[in-house]
């Protein structure tokens, strides 16, 4: 069976710091892989989405930047937080026989000070 | 542009009764899929229940079933003896073959003992 995880859970950094989430995914090959932020109290919000190694696709121009150095990685980076960066973040995959559906990670709660 | 819309931010029902969760969504395909995504406390994304926009008949899982009226792009969750853990959020979602998913902003459920 498929499985998807992320880490860290949750993280605490100040303003102007770097950032690098990560998740992976195991039991599937070439999966699309989705991050997404979900601020307090509100819906989801896609930042990217990737179909293969190498390919990302930015839905939101911000600072934030996404990398999937192999097929079943894919990493959130920010060179500077800011505070409107907090939030939460889910990493998501889809693929296979039964790509119309979409499965979560556990998250990561990120709060920037 | 796909759109999903839940006009209902929050909602209660008393346990062991049933509850109804609306959406309405916007697209001019007619191939896609439509899900209901279940967010308790814990934050982790579950996928309650899928339906197929080919297929007539309304999904049904358990406790949970769907009214899928495709004409009037409209994708309502019906929560059929409610429990206490069914407590969360519940988010609406469409996605259209090769394309992304889209999500509305959620409806806060509260189950009441």
């Known amino acids: 069976s498929q499985t998807i995880h992320q880490w860290p859970a949750t993280l605490v950094q100040p303003v102007g710091s770097p950032l690098s989430l990560e998740c992976t995914v195991e039991g599937t090959s070439n999966p699309n892989l989705y991050w997404y932020r979900q601020a307090a109290g509100r819906g989801l919000q896609l930042l990217f989405y990737s179909v293969g190694i190498g390919q990302i696709s930015s839905e939101v121009p911000q600072n934030l930047s996404a990398s999937r150095p192999q097929d079943r990685q894919f990493i959130l980076s920010s060179k500077k937080l800011l505070l409107s960066d907090s939030g939460f973040y889910l990493c998501?995959?889809?693929?296979?026989?039964?790509?119309?559906?979409?499965?979560f990670g556990p998250g990561t709660r990120l709060t920037v000070t | 542009a796909q759109t999903v819309t839940q006009s209902q931010p929050e909602m209660s029902v008393q346990e062991a009764e049933t509850v109804t969760l609306s959406c309405t969504y916007d697209?001019?395909?007619?191939?896609?899929?439509l899900f209901w995504y279940k967010q308790p406390p814990s934050r982790q994304m579950i996928l309650v229940i899928r339906q197929e926009a080919y297929k007539q008949q309304n999904a049904t899982e358990n406790r949970f079933s769907v009214n899928f009226q495709k004409a009037a792009k409209s994708f309502s969750l019906k929560i059929s003896d409610s429990q206490l853990g069914d407590t969360a959020m519940y988010f609406c979602?469409?996605?259209?073959?090769?394309?992304?998913?889209?999500f509305g902003t959620g409806t806060s459920l509260t189950v009441i003992p």
């Open positions: 979602a469409f996605f259209l073959t090769g394309n992304q998913f889209y």
């Open positions: 697209t001019s395909e007619n191939n896609y899929y």
């Open positions: 998501a995959w889809s693929g296979g026989t039964r790509d119309y559906e979409q499965y």
